[in-house]
Each structure stands twice: as C-alpha cells, then as structure tokens.
C-alpha cells in the first residue's frame, strides 16, 4: 500500500521525474493513512469515483473498427507514457518520513508474492532482495516460483506427476527467459511498469499496488503479446513453469517430454529437488485426508486433452507469428530508448 500511494502521488502530481510528462488516467487520492489506528481502525486510502465501465468482459476484437482503435491507442498512450520513465536501477516507489513519494531501492512486489503470502502465511517479501540486473533478476523468479511451489496451498497441484511437471519445467523455462532478455539492457535503463494491467483494472487505470520497474524488453513484450498464453505468463511470471510445460516444451524439445523429465530428477544435483516433491506429495495426501473428512466436495480440474497434429501445426505456427511480433516490438522499443551507457 505504501508503494502504491507513492507511485500514485508520482504520476498525478506530476512533478520531478514526471513534470510534464504523463497523461496518465488516474483516480485522484484524496486522503490516505498507513496507520492501523485511524479514524477507520485499519489503514485505507480515499480515492476519487470514475464514472465509467471497466473493460472487463469486454471483446475489444468484436467492437467496431474506430471504436477499437480508440481503445488500443489509449491503451498504447499508457504503455508508451510508462516506458518514458525510466531509471538507473531496479526498485519501486515509496514514501519517506514525511510522506513525500521517493524512488528507492524497495523491494518491486509482484502479486504471487502476495499470493504466497496469503495462502501459507508466509511473508515471503521479506526474503526478497533488490537485484541490479535484469538477469539476476530472471534467477531470482525462477528461486522464488520453486519456492511458491513448495510453501504454496496443498492443493496447488493435481497430483505428484504434476508437481514434477511444474518443478521441471521452472528450471528448463530459464534458458528461454535468458534468450528473451537483451543482455545490452542487462543494467538499464529500467522502466515503469503497472504491474498488474488487466481488463478489471482499467476505466481510468486503477490499482498500482504491483507497480515498479523492469528491463525496456519486458515492457515491450507486454505491449505485444496481448491476449496469448504467452502473454499471460509474461504479465505473470509465477505462471510460466505451468505454460512451458503445455505450451513450450514440445514446441521446442519434441514430444518426449517425459523422458526429459524423468532424466532430469535422475541427476544427483536434484536431491533437494525429489525431497520437495515428497514434501508436496504428502501435503497434498493429507489435504485431500481432511478434506473428505470434512465433506468438502473436491474443486473441479480440467484436464488437457492431447493435441492433433493439425493442432500441433497450428500451435506452431502461432509461435512463430507472435516471435516475429515480438521481435519487431523489440526493434520499436530500441528506437526510442537511450543506448546504455
């Protein structure tokens, strides 16, 4: 909440780093207080109501043609607005002392942490630590999804071939999320991002709890990849283990997938790994244990259907479409972003 009212406070104000330069729709703050003794007993924020509807359950492909391209181009004004602040490190807004917004090196929250948080009663902002490049930055989700895997709810996975499915394909995933990193912006400039900008979140845009900065690349890539599993996964980093284990994999390493993963427990190197399948395995056993005990109906999955090779082809194909969006995304962003230094 405090780096939320701080990154607020920056765009609205419109002074220091954004003097003159956002037109960034946001709700007016009003009065806020960080203090669980206020007036109200908790801490809170009073924002301004926008009139309006949100965009969620909108089709912005079904509207008509001005109509959707009035949206985009807002959409894309926000966007390019947030990649004109840039900075010289990775951090994210807060407040000092006297309630003044400040850039510092604070922790850049992302929502699985607050996931974890919530479902396990862990607190795992804490053990998050400022990282001063982009890629150590990737290693450190890739550390922070294993992690969620093992403190998570019971219930986060199906079985234990699912657990080793998700757990193989976090450290397989790494070589693609250092493929997509550009190392000549491996130390900046950084850029802001909102973190968390989905349909339910714009009529003006709202909620910036999740806000801080990132590469130039990463922002980019949002921009591109809208509305695709590989965008979901992008916006969502936590999500990526379960989208390169059904998406790919395959695409990339041929259909044994099994085979790989079970050569890639068979490693001495992966004794802790084995133990937190173990670790799951039961804490999934005991929960289904109570649940049953309890007369809790068990919670609906789905599950995959294997592919056609007409389907696999087509899946292919949109790959390599959204590569080469990606990539020209990626030479438009290079245009307008300072060369490092």
Known sequence: MRSEIATMKAVTLKIGIFAEKTTIPIPQLYAYSLDSKSILGLPYMLLEYVKGNILF????EKLEQEKRELKYSQLA????????QQFDRIGAFT??????????DNRPLTADTMSNRSVALIYVAIYLQIRPSHRQSITSIISRNCSSMTYHVRDSVMNEDDARHYLYSIYASRGLWMEWAKPEYDHGPFILIHGDLRQPNIVSILDWEWSHNCACTDQATQATFQDTMIAHVLLKPHYFGSVYWLALDS??????????VQDFFQLSIRKTELQKLKQKALGLEQFEKERKEL???????????TRTPEEEAELVAQLKELRDIGEQGNRMISLTSPKPK
């Open 57 to 60: 359950g909108v089709q912005l």
């Open 77 to 84: 004004d926000v966007y390019i607005q947030l990649h004109q």
């Open 95 to 104: 407040l000092d002392d006297d309630g003044h917004w400040i850039f510092a």
């Open 251 to 260: 695409h990339f390493h041929g259909s044994d997938g099994e085979k790989r």
């Open 295 to 305: 007369g809790v109906e068990a919670k609906i999955t789905l599950k995959n259907q």
